[in-house]
């Protein structure tokens, strides 16, 4: 086999890998999210690989709970510019706390991962994407004169921790609504 048919041959395995990964990652995702004890097997058959495959990627349950963790709040992270084209600043800044409670509510059976040093680890790397997000939105809206400035983006980040602590449902959303009209009264910018 010449160099150039075996870089041809590693390059088509390492593409092969990565969809292999996204596909268990977005399986995974959305299956435990309905079922958080959903088996490793029911995920691999969900994505199309086999069992070998996802234990090569994930040797562990608690592996593919983290990484579909950090896989989703990278996600997030990146979303802020794509919610800021489809809505005012201050109105991405309130869907995206939203959905970032959302995903917590859920923890695609994080809670059963939690006892691990690994879950700190994964919760320590996610911390500066997921600030960064805040602070592209509450640059985004002290910018368009809704928010007012100076506010630091992790104190903002613990501030909203509120949303992850409501009950599901429909009244736990209306909750949040009601408290986060608290928050905006204490960030929004005053006329002067």
């Known amino acids: 086999m010449s160099t150039d048919e075996t870089t041809r041959t590693y390059e088509t395995q390492r ?10 990652l977005e399986v995974a995702h959305d299956l435990l ?41 990278q996600k997030l992270a990146d979303s802020v510019d794509e919610f800021l084209t489809r809505q005012s600043p201050l ?12 995903y917590i509510r859920i923890k ?7 006892h691990s040093a ?12 997921v600030t960064a997000a805040v602070a592209r939105l509450l640059d985004a809206c ?10 630091a983006a992790d104190d903002v980040l613990l501030l909203m921790g509120f949303l992850w602590r409501l009950p599901p449902g429909d009244d736990g959303r209306a909750q949040g ?15 002067e």
Request: hydrophobic fraction near 45%.
């Open 177 to 191: 609504h009601r408290i986060m009209q608290i928050v905006f009264n204490g960030i929004l910018r005053r006329p």
């Open 33 to 73: 999210a309905s079922s958080p004890t959903a088996s490793m097997n029911e995920i691999a058959k969900r994505a199309g690989v086999g069992a070998g495959t996802l234990y090569r990627h994930f040797p562990t349950r608690e592996d593919l709970i983290l990484a579909v963790y950090r896989h989703d709040m």
């Open 108 to 114: 695609h059976g994080l809670d059963q991962a939690l």
């Open 118 to 129: 690994a879950i700190r680890s994964a919760i320590d790397e996610s911390y500066a994407p």
């Open 15 to 24: 593409r092969a890998a990565e969809r292999n990964h996204a596909a268990i």
């Open 91 to 102: 109105d991405a800044f309130a869907t995206w706390f939203e959905t970032l409670a959302d």
């Open 142 to 151: 002290v910018a368009d004169g809704s928010v007012r400035p100076g506010l």
